[in-house]
């Protein structure tokens, strides 16, 4: 008996029977949903549109979002290297040194809050706390206003304001600040966990073979982290990913914004959001499987993989023995919101 | 210092909004969490199916384009409306992108719930003769919540922090980080003294909810 139906007893007749009935049930009420989106979205309800019975409120409605017209325009090139292409571009351009800067600022951080000096850990720690308990869109609206900032800080000291535009702060680089700071002090108490969940004898070896506290660091126990961390990490540039569609908030030209232009130029709002979800599901979808299959490839090897579970303010959760085995079917990558 | 405290009665307006949404949110996407977990276990292949096609799609979806579809696609594209007054008709449809979104989230930390619950306590439970539905209701689901929740705590302060979103993807929700944003662009209020006000009041949300979670995981653990 595979774990995926410990929750039952191998179907009998009766419950064969049961089941059809429900998987029947559960497609009639599939359809009605997919009948519901469809009519809603024909402008098949409210006034003065024909009742439901007529076969006018099943055929296409020029007024509704299925007619051809507001889909061709994603069969139209310009449509794809106008809007789509570029939006992309900038969505991964973005997402990439955010990436690249939040891995940075994560090991910088994480392995703070491990230093041995109290002052350094108190930092880290609070630096840490802060950006994961604030909102990741306010921290953007901060970064694109820092300019206003330094001029209001500049006036409170009594001297000139910076000329014009000495100083900007675009779209892209608000993006990409906001994610680092965000994702990065979530990365933190990923390698915290990770650099932890090395076994400390470990450490306690290389110390006892004379290592200093950095060498010990360095050469022994990050090289092991490293491994456990990676679906961790990997789980987390998908929230990355995700989060760098926040840029339409702020008018920076990424995959969503340009959707959104699309949908604005041909009336197409509906259409464009639904491929627009399709694409960010098939990058995301394919991100969480290589965190999967990465977590796999960990505990074929016999290694745990590290997470960080736990929210701003709370500690982390302990680390007992193994569980007994799984009751449910497999849980996925430890994808957070 | 006295610009922020001077909007006070904003900054408390903005704050209020931004829990009516949290509370709200949490409560219907729990709900929904729940019905989704049950049908992602349950024997019947179609209604696995179902759910996971809905949890793995809206979940690799980002929030933004999840409220942009309730507030420009839906509301204002359809116009369909869900309350007489704009500003309700708006905090309702963020609301729902809210709870869809967040119901994926619960449905993944409770599942993984299901997980730690041992194989002895369902078996033990079928031997009994229980029903699927009994096994989850009575045996399952009580000890796979009391394992989940920290990860459920961390899941609302994610949420708490969403509700941020809800201002802009078409929506205009007068939220805290709206209010926030309203004050820079109007260029009075000093930029740094707001934004630390601001942060300190969504600190003040989710900094207790992280203690308090902490605390009752520990005090609902199943001893084993």
Same mark, same amino acid.
């Given at each position: 008996?595979?774990? $995926?139906?410990? #929750?039952?007893?191998?179907?009998?007749?009766?419950?064969?029977?049961?089941?059809?009935?429900?998987?029947?049930?559960?497609? !009639?009420?599939?359809?009605?949903?997919?009948?519901?989106?469809?009519?809603?979205?024909?402008?098949?309800?409210?006034?003065?549109?024909?009742?439901?019975?007529?076969? $006018?409120?099943?055929?296409?409605?020029?007024?509704?979002? &299925?007619?051809?017209?507001?889909?061709?325009?994603?069969?139209?090139?310009?449509?794809? @290297?106008?809007?789509?292409?570029?939006? !992309?571009?900038? @969505?991964?351009?973005? =997402? !990439?040194?955010?990436?690249?800067?939040?891995?940075?600022?994560?090991?910088?951080?994480?392995?703070?809050?491990?230093?041995?000096?109290?002052?350094?850990? &108190?930092?880290?720690?609070?630096?840490?706390?802060?950006?994961?308990?604030?909102?990741? !869109?306010?921290?953007?609206?901060?970064?694109?206003?820092?300019? #206003?900032?330094?001029?209001?800080?500049?006036?409170?000291?009594?001297?000139?304001? +910076?000329?014009?535009?000495?100083? $900007?702060?675009?779209?892209?680089?608000?993006?990409?600040?906001?994610?680092?700071?965000?994702?990065?002090?979530?990365?933190?108490?990923?390698?915290?966990?990770?650099?932890?969940?090395?076994?400390?004898?470990?450490?306690?070896?290389?110390?006892? +073979?004379?290592?200093?506290?950095? $060498?010990?660091?360095?050469?022994?126990?990050?090289?092991?982290?490293?491994?456990?961390?990676?679906?961790?990490?990997?789980?987390?540039?998908?929230?990355?990913?995700?989060?760098?569609? +926040?840029?339409?908030?702020?008018?920076?030209?990424?995959?969503?914004?340009?959707?959104?232009?699309?949908? @604005?130029?041909?009336?197409?709002?509906?259409?464009?959001?639904?491929?627009?979800?399709?694409?960010?599901?098939?990058?995301?979808?394919?991100?969480?499987? #290589?965190?999967?299959?990465?977590?796999?490839?960990?505990?074929?090897?016999?290694?745990?993989?590290?997470?960080?579970?736990?929210?701003?303010?709370?500690?982390?959760?302990?680390?007992?023995?193994?569980?007994? =085995?799984?009751?449910?079917?497999?849980?996925?990558?430890?994808?957070?919101? | 210092?006295?610009?922020?405290?001077?909007?006070?009665?904003?900054?408390?307006?903005?704050?209020?909004?931004?829990?009516?949404?949290?509370?709200?949110?949490?409560? /219907?996407?729990?709900?929904?969490?729940?019905?989704?977990?049950?049908?992602?276990?349950?024997?019947?292949?179609?209604?696995?199916?179902?759910?996971? %096609?809905?949890?793995?799609?809206?979940?690799?979806?980002?929030?933004?384009?999840?409220?942009?579809?309730?507030?420009?696609?839906?509301?204002?594209?359809?116009?369909?409306?869900?309350?007489?007054?704009?500003?309700?008709?708006? /905090?309702?449809?963020?609301?729902?992108?809210?709870?869809?979104?967040?119901?994926?989230?619960?449905?993944?930390?409770?599942?993984?719930?299901?997980?730690?619950?041992?194989?002895?306590?369902?078996?033990?439970?079928?031997?009994?003769? *229980?029903?699927?539905?009994?096994?989850?209701?009575?045996?399952?689901?009580?000890?796979?919540?009391?394992?989940?929740?920290?990860?459920?705590?961390?899941?609302?302060?994610?949420?708490?922090?969403?509700?941020?979103?809800?201002?802009?993807?078409?929506?205009?929700?007068?939220?805290?980080?709206?209010?926030?944003?309203?004050?820079?662009?109007?260029?009075?209020?000093?930029?740094?003294?707001?934004?630390?006000?601001?942060?300190?009041?969504?600190?003040?949300?989710? *900094?207790?909810?992280?203690?308090?979670?902490?605390?009752?995981?520990?005090?609902?653990? %199943?001893?084993?």
């Amino acid at each position: 008996m595979t774990a $995926q139906n410990v #929750l039952f007893d191998a179907p009998g007749p009766r419950a064969r029977a049961r089941s059809r009935i429900f998987s029947v049930v559960t497609v !009639l009420a599939g359809l009605a949903l997919l009948a519901l989106i469809y009519l809603g979205l024909n402008r098949s309800f409210g006034e003065g549109a024909p009742p439901l019975s007529s076969p $006018q409120a099943w055929q296409v409605n020029p007024e509704g979002q &299925w007619t051809a017209e507001r889909w061709a325009p994603f069969l139209a090139a310009e449509t794809w @290297t106008g809007y789509i292409v570029p939006g !992309l571009q900038n @969505t991964l351009t973005a =997402a !990439l040194y955010a990436a690249v800067l939040a891995i940075l600022f994560g090991m910088v951080f994480g392995i703070g809050r491990l230093s041995q000096h109290a002052p350094i850990r &108190w930092i880290s720690g609070a630096v840490v706390e802060f950006f994961r308990g604030i909102p990741l !869109l306010m921290l953007i609206f901060f970064t694109m206003a820092l300019p #206003l900032a330094v001029n209001q800080l500049l006036t409170a000291i009594g001297s000139d304001p +910076l000329p014009p535009r000495t100083f $900007q702060v675009d779209a892209m680089a608000a993006v990409i600040v906001g994610l680092t700071l965000y994702n990065g002090s979530v990365l933190a108490e990923v390698f915290r966990a990770g650099i932890n969940a090395v076994p400390k004898g470990q450490a306690e070896a290389a110390e006892s +073979l004379g290592m200093r506290r950095t $060498q010990v660091l360095w050469l022994i126990q990050i090289p092991q982290a490293v491994t456990s961390m990676m679906p961790a990490i990997v789980a987390q540039l998908v929230v990355l990913l995700k989060d760098s569609a +926040l840029g339409y908030i702020i008018a920076f030209p990424e995959l969503l914004r340009g959707f959104s232009l699309i949908g @604005t130029r041909y009336g197409n709002v509906i259409p464009a959001a639904i491929i627009c979800a399709v694409i960010y599901i098939v990058i995301n979808i394919s991100l969480s499987r #290589l965190a999967i299959w990465l977590e796999r490839r960990n505990a074929r090897r016999g290694r745990a993989s590290a997470r960080a579970t736990a929210a701003p303010g709370m500690q982390e959760p302990p680390a007992g023995p193994e569980g007994p =085995a799984p009751v449910g079917p497999a849980p996925d990558a430890p994808g957070k919101p | 210092m006295e610009a922020f405290l001077g909007n006070l009665d904003k900054v408390i307006d903005g704050f209020s909004w931004t829990v009516r949404l949290t509370l709200l949110s949490a409560l /219907f996407s729990f709900i929904l969490g729940v019905i989704l977990t049950a049908m992602r276990v349950s024997p019947v292949p179609m209604m696995r199916g179902l759910a996971t %096609v809905y949890v793995e799609g809206i979940r690799n979806t980002p929030l933004t384009l999840v409220l942009l579809f309730c507030g420009l696609g839906i509301n204002s594209a359809l116009g369909v409306s869900l309350a007489g007054s704009v500003q309700w008709d708006v /905090f309702w449809w963020a609301v729902i992108g809210l709870s869809a979104y967040t119901a994926c989230f619960v449905s993944e930390s409770l599942r993984s719930g299901v997980n730690t619950v041992p194989l002895g306590q369902v078996e033990a439970a079928r031997s009994l003769g *229980l029903t699927f539905t009994q096994n989850l209701r009575l045996i399952v689901l009580p000890q796979a919540l009391r394992s989940v929740v920290g990860p459920l705590g961390s899941v609302l302060i994610a949420l708490t922090k969403n509700t941020t979103i809800a201002s802009v993807a078409g929506l205009g929700v007068q939220e805290a980080s709206r209010q926030m944003k309203l004050m820079f662009d109007q260029g009075v209020a000093p930029v740094i003294p707001t934004f630390i006000g601001f942060a300190i009041g969504f600190l003040i949300l989710t *900094l207790p909810t992280g203690f308090f979670f902490s605390w009752l995981s520990k005090r609902a653990a %199943v001893a084993r």
